[in-house]
C-alpha cells in the first residue's frame, strides 16, 4: 500500500505566512509559531499579517497625537509622520541651586539633598559680593567696599 503521510517534522507549505513555518505532525498539517507583527510603536498604526506578504504597516497616528512613555521626564511624547517624537523635558529648576534635584521617571521632580556648602550661588549682583550655599540656603555675599579713602575724587559708588 502507498502512503501519502509524510514523516514527521517535514516542512508544510499552506501558503500562509503569517501561520509561521508549518509541519507535517501525523499526516497532517500543523501551523508553525504564528508571525508577530507588532513593532510596539504606536504612532504606525496597528500592524496585521496577510497570508501572502506576511507583516503589513497599519495607518498612521494623526500628527500630534499623544503617545506617552510613562516617564514624565521627558515630556509629553506626541506622534509626528508615523514616529513618537520627546516633547519637552520636565524643568526641575526652581531657582534655588543649594537644593538638588533629580526627576524620576514615575514622580517627576524631586528633591535630592542639599548642595554642599560653599556651593556658589551668584544672584548676578557683583556689588553684593559672592554668595555660596549654606545648608540648602544661598547666604548673602560681603558687600564690595568701594571707598578709596580718597575725600578729594568723590563717592565711589558700586553700580
Keep these: 500500500r502507498v502512503s501519502d503521510e509524510r514523516p514527521v517534522s517535514t516542512q508544510s507549505t499552506w501558503g500562509d505566512v503569517c501561520n509561521g513555518n508549518e ?5 497532517a498539517c500543523q501551523a508553525g509559531i504564528s508571525l508577530t507583527c507588532d513593532d510596539g510603536m504606536f504612532c504606525n498604526g496597528i500592524e496585521t499579517c496577510h497570508s501572502e506578504s506576511g507583516c503589513q504597516l497599519g495607518t498612521h497616528e494623526n500628527d500630534g497625537t499623544l503617545c506617552l512613555d510613562d516617564d514624565v521626564c521627558n515630556g509629553s511624547e506626541v506622534c509626528a509622520a508615523g514616529d513618537c517624537v520627546a516633547g519637552s523635558p520636565l524643568s526641575c529648576d526652581d531657582g534655588n541651586p543649594c537644593i538638588l534635584k533629580t526627576c ?18 551668584p544672584d548676578g549682583d557683583a556689588c553684593n559680593g559672592d554668595e555660596f550655599c549654606v545648608e540648602g540656603f544661598c547666604g548673602t555675599g560681603t558687600p564690595l567696599v568701594c571707598d578709596d579713602g580718597e575725600f578729594c575724587n568723590g563717592a565711589e559708588l558700586a553700580r
Design 23 to 27: 509541519l507535517c505532525i501525523s499526516g
Design 104 to 121: 524620576d521617571a514615575v514622580d517627576g521632580c524631586e528633591s535630592d539633598g542639599m548642595a554642599p556648602s560653599g556651593t556658589p550661588c
